[in-house]
């Protein structure tokens, strides 16, 4: 009887046509690796067409069966790059670009992809949010993220392989960077996002790229693709971590930290193995190397050229230190290209500057042109904010004010109205808008099925009804807040912005604090959900003030972090915001705790010199700190000069030569 049956099931299988048993399997492998927060917010009939048209370019596109089945899975047919909002771009780009790239090599294909991406977008700094690609291509602008994440879309939407990959943080610089890598009869290439050139492999970023310690990307299922040796020297540091006795530590954390934006930010971080040792490739520039075990934590600088290096945790909570380091970053043998010369003589060069004016054209012809200001910021979605502005709801003002400029270019009408359900106490503390998360309406939905609550009941009611599950979210995206209420169940970050969400639905001041954590007002008073680690609320404060200097350059930062769990987490605060600073120096009150005060002096040539103070801020007190920039007369490397305004400062380090 089984075989008889096993015999049906395999005769039906292979009558299938090859279409629809191919859409079952890639359907199910989106299913298998696919996060969380994507699963709960969009439904299977979305996916269904996205592999549809994902399998509709395998066929039709002439590169399309040349594709290895790995390559197919994981750069052609999933949907989401990066972080963004998730949408119908893949069908509205085939129908646009599958036309113009007939009779094209794959090369050559890719070379026009990038070309008609340059028509739709050009690069304009932005918040951290990540717009959809549609919103990208009809706003016509975007940071490098959005940039890349758009030009993968378009090239996966016609069958090419292509990934993001991006710098976290450069090393000689206060910034990062994004940009795409294409693979192409049978070989990863890589370009600028939306900034074509003449050939692959190239882009104004290469000689940034060659002083990188680490560039990355990520396949489906979430593993990390180290590419840093694609475009520079790269070693391998070895690191072992033991106690005082000098017996390996298992299970250590061990963050490989770089600075930049005036901290120490984890490149990586990686566990140790039973012999107490982890690895991390990177590139030829100095780190530090944050180790936390056993309620210990230690911290040591890797220069360079080191490739092994033992630690031992030594400070525990409530530890006091200070720490000053000369930090050198990678040289390279390329020359940094002059970003103000315009090519305007090249076939290239001219072919871009008809696309500047195409994006000109489209922009004039699709935005509005009067004189409001909001209409003028929404751009392409400036008929929905008129709209809405038309209806004259007298909490129109008060909703606008919680929308960041981004929100304006893509907010849709029905979260405008679903704000306007929100009382003032609620729109006065954020609106609708808590973090970076997508805009989608709540407040109506949880109005209807959420009793009025006091703070301290709405607290109690997500510490009971909202399960905590940090598996299968990669990408820490967040799940909505509908998603949320009826799952019950979702990462950490989810399940703090869903209490300030939820909190606001009925009515009461809310935000997250600085280290993302949701704070309900009650009166005068500030709760939180318990901690899931202790299960005691972190309510206990202090007060921290701190004496900074009256002119602070262009080339310092400061970062507050607190420690947790034995590492250093920034608390989400501008250090060159001048209110931010005008605070700090009046006092702040923060949960009590320990507390890393970094401050940092950039060279000329990108070196960095640090200062690093370790304190405790005690409930119910304050403390003040200095906060203190260290000077140098001359560049760590050499042969580079300083600014006018650090000449009259002493040495403090000199770089060897390389």
Known sequence: MKRTMLAAFVFAAMSLPLSAQTEAESLAFLYK??????SVDYPKSYWQKQVRMALKARSQMAWGRSVPRWEFEHFVLPVRV?????????????????????????EQAALEVNHWCHEKVSYRPSDGRTS?????????????????????????????????????????????????????????????????????????????ASRAMLIRGYDYEGHEIATTATYAPTKTLRVRVVDAQGAPIA?????????????????????????????????????????????KYGVKKADGYTTELTITPCYQPGSAWVEEYDWHVPTTVLEEPDRSIVDTVSANGRRLVAEDKIRTAYQQA????????????????????????????????????????????????????????????????????VSTEHLRPFVGYLQKRLPKMTAQQWIAWVEKHIQVDNANNPKQLFVSVVGVYNRRKCDARSRELFTVAGARALGMRAMLDPLG???????????????????????????????????????????ISQL???????????????????????????????????????????????HSVMFSLKAGQTTEVPVYFRTSSRSVKSDLQLDDSEKNASATSVQSAQ
Request: charged share 25%; net charge negative; with cysteine.
């Open 33 to 38: 690796n696919m996060s969380t927060p994507d």
């Open 82 to 106: 990066n972080n963004e909002a998730l949408d119908d771009a893949r069908e509205i780009i085939y129908k646009e670009l599958a036309p113009r790239l007939k009779g094209l090599t794959m």
């Open 132 to 208: 959809a690609p549609l919103a990208t291509m009809r706003n016509s602008i975007g940071r490098c993220g959005e940039e890349s994440t758009f030009t993968v879309s378009a090239l996966r939407a016609v069958g090419i392989p292509a990934r993001q990959v991006y710098c976290p943080r450069w090393a000689h610089t206060d910034d990062n960077h994004a940009w795409v890598e294409v693979w192409v009869d049978g070989k990863w290439r890589f370009m600028g996002a939306c900034e074509p050139e003449a050939t692959l492999d190239k882009g104004w970023f290469n000689w940034a």
């Open 251 to 295: 299970n250590a954390t061990v963050d490989f930290r770089l600075y930049n934006y005036s901290e120490f930010y984890p490149l990586s971080t990686v566990t140790t193995d039973a012999e107490g040792r982890a690895a991390f490739t990177t590139g030829y520039g100095d780190l530090q190397v944050w180790v936390s075990a056993k309620g």
């Open 366 to 433: 699709a935005f509005y042109q009067g004189d409001n200001e909001v209409l003028k910021k929404a751009r392409s979605n400036w008929r929905v904010m008129d709209k809405f502005l038309k209806e004259k709801n007298p909490k129109a003002s008060m909703v606008l004010q919680g929308l960041s400029e981004k929100d304006l270019r893509d907010v849709t009408l029905d979260v405008l109205h679903d704000a306007c359900l929100l009382n003032d106490e609620a729109l006065r503390s954020g609106g609708v808008r």
């Open 517 to 559: 954590k949701a704070m309900v007002a009650d009166g005068d008073t500030w709760l939180r959900l318990a901690d899931q680690q202790n299960a005691e609320p972190q309510g206990a404060q202090g007060v921290l003030k701190l004496d900074v200097p009256a002119q602070v350059m262009y080339y310092h930062g400061y970062t």
């Open 564 to 610: 947790v769990d034995g590492r250093p987490m920034p608390l989400d605060y501008a250090d060159d915001d001048p209110t931010v600073t005008e605070k700090f120096r009046k006092g702040l009150n923060l949960p009590a705790g320990d507390y890393l005060l970094t401050t940092g002096t950039r060279l000329k040539g990108g070196d960095v010199l640090t």
